[in-house]
């Protein structure tokens, strides 16, 4: 198994959007933590499963099973960092700015 670094960024996205379905529906909120979770412990296991990002030099991303947003990483040789748990319908490039 990988290792795996998270951005603090990626972790407040996470954060938020686990907050944002919590007040709609507690079981949603969970059920996105553990897509999450599982979708990490994927890539951990297998670093090269997300598609590369036509654009983004050496960046992937996977989609987290049953809602709409991304983790977004990049692959190093002990493992991997989780750049942005992004949503799908939130402007693409977002993560890159400084």
């Known amino acids: 198994m990988s290792r795996v670094r998270v951005l603090r960024r990626a972790v407040l996205e996470a954060t938020a959007a686990s907050d944002w379905y919590a007040e709609r529906d507690l ?3 969970e059920e996105f933590r553990i ?5 990490v412990a994927n890539l951990a296991e297998l670093p090269g499963s997300g598609h590369l990002w036509p654009g983004h030099e050496g960046v992937r991303r996977a989609r987290v099973r049953g809602f709409p947003f991304w983790v977004v990483y990049e692959e190093f ?3 991997i960092t989780v750049l942005a748990i992004a949503h799908q319908k939130r402007n693409p ?3 890159r700015e400084p």
């Not at 897509?35 to 979708?39: H, N």
């Open 27 to 29: 079981r949603a909120a």
């Open 35 to 39: 897509a999450l979770d599982e979708t």
């Open 77 to 79: 040789a002990d493992g």
């Open 93 to 95: 490039n977002y993560w």
